[in-house]
């Protein structure tokens, strides 16, 4: 049974930080791409960042550039996302979702590219 599982959300001020934590199992998820996404109120979901299961390449949205921070530990089957100076514009409900394939191209944020997802965990950026 696949299962894609997120964590590590939560209320946090503008210029923390939060890591977040997608679990996966039911599937091989060294050969899956992974990408993070979000769906701030009132806005449609959009892509933050990719890791590639190849060469662990990665890419980011320019919004988060230089604050957020993704990687991977193929032992745990987990993916992170590591948010530094968080921002209110950084409030979303925040997804994990996994891609077969390789490498992340420009196209990563193309939700259909994407075979499983999770439910997603809620980060409120405010003071």
């Known amino acids: 049974q696949v299962q894609v599982v997120e964590s590590g959300g939560g209320l946090v001020q503008p210029g923390g930080s939060l890591r977040l934590a997608c679990e996966a199992s039911?599937?091989?998820?060294?050969?899956?791409?992974i990408g993070w996404f979000r769906r701030a109120p009132g806005k449609q979901r959009e892509g933050v960042s990719c890791i590639s299961s190849s060469d662990r390449s990665t890419r980011y949205a320019a919004s988060v550039k230089g604050r957020f921070t993704i990687s991977r530990d193929n032992a745990k089957k987990t993916a992170y996302l590591e948010m530094d100076n968080l921002k209110p514009e950084d409030t979303a409900v925040y997804y994990c979702a996994a891609d077969r394939a390789f490498y992340c191209s420009e196209s990563y944020d193309y939700e259909e590219h994407y075979d499983y997802w999770g439910l997603g965990t809620r980060v409120n950026v405010s003071s």
């Open positions: 039911g599937f091989n998820f060294d050969a899956y791409n």
